[in-house]
């Protein structure tokens, strides 16, 4: 038993040796990170930010290759049945803890397949209406809201999208029934808000900006904990008299389960470093992106936290990814 004890304590031994080692000499070649998104999209904006910063801090090369589909478990699932060498990893948004609520059948274990990194960024939305609707503030729509339920509409990036569920989270807590229409994208939607196609929409802070300034629509609250300052003069939800309702964007990067964990602590080490530059910052920033860095844990813990939280709105409220 003392022999076998003695070998076993051997071997972990050389196990960590072995993982500092490939950690210290890492990386050796491109990395490869996957967006499971087309290009141009927030996610796509959030991997192309940090990109340089980070892979200067790592000391390597970092290549961002888009690969979208099925709400981003494509992309997801091609990091999740990769190698676990720390050579693909992937960036992926609040889906990450959305879609296993929303999809009946996924293609990965979310917790068992997937070793969080660290979180990037978060970003808000904003509630926009078109200039026909008669309110002028969150309060006077959500009366109005309810005083004809299902006559307003309002228009999303897709169902489970982003925009989808921050509108399906403003109906569950405001209590008011507005009709959904998805769209094949946020774009579209924006572009039938403004023509009065549908009467609101929730796009993120930075494709609304110019519309609101410009007069085209009128912004009613951001979704976050605090004002933006792309939109400095919009009240919170909370501020405009719906203090329970907070809805983020955030963007957490990963690698297959099983990469070694000097590999991940790493990659954690060279990305808070990145964020932390204040040349990223200041881009970051600018385009409607909040840096929040974070440990691999801290990462894994809002995955854990959120899931559940998503995945009771989402039967609560019958959404389908359909």
Not at 139 to 161: C, H, M, R, V, W
Request: with cysteine; proline share 7%.
């Amino acid at each position: 038993m003392k022999l076998s004890h003695l070998a076993c304590t051997a071997l972990l031994a050389c196990t960590a040796v072995v993982g500092t080692a490939s950690a210290q000499s890492y990386p050796q070649r491109p990395v490869r990170l996957i967006v499971p998104y087309a290009p141009g999209g927030s996610a796509d904006i959030a991997a192309r930010l940090i990109s340089d910063a980070w892979a200067k801090s790592l000391g390597g090369t970092l290549v961002v290759e888009n690969r979208a589909g099925a709400g981003g478990n494509i992309g997801v699932d091609a990091v999740a049945k990769s190698p676990a060498d720390g050579y693909t990893i992937g960036l992926q948004t609040v889906s990450l803890a959305i879609n296993p609520g929303l999809f009946p059948r996924m293609p990965y274990d979310t917790l068992k397949d997937l070793a969080p990194i660290g979180m990037v960024a978060s970003s808000q939305h904003v509630l926009v209406i078109n200039n026909k609707v008669p309110a002028r503030n969150l309060q006077e729509l959500i009366t109005l809201a309810k005083a004809s339920p299902d006559k307003l509409t309002y228009g999303s990036a897709g169902n489970g999208s982003t925009f989808h569920m921050s509108a399906e989270l403003f109906k569950s807590v405001a209590n008011v029934s507005i009709v959904h229409v998805p769209y094949r994208g946020g774009g579209p939607a924006l572009v039938d808000t403004i023509a009065g196609q549908v009467d609101m929409s929730f796009p993120v802070i930075s494709a609304a900006q110019q519309h609101v300034q410009g007069g085209k629509l009128t912004a009613l609250a951001v979704t976050g904990a605090k004002r933006s300052a792309l939109l400095p003069n919009v009240p919170t939800a909370a501020e405009a008299g719906l203090p329970d309702y907070l809805f983020e964007t955030w963007f957490m990067v990963f690698a297959p389960a099983g990469t070694p964990k000097p590999v991940i602590d790493k990659l954690n080490t060279a990305l808070n470093s990145a964020l932390a530059a204040q040349a990223t910052r200041e881009r970051m920033v600018k385009e409607g992106f909040e840096p929040t860095p974070t440990t691999p844990e801290a990462a894994r813990q809002r995955l854990e936290r959120e899931m559940p939280m998503w995945a009771k709105l989402i039967k609560q409220r019958g959404i389908t990814a359909e």
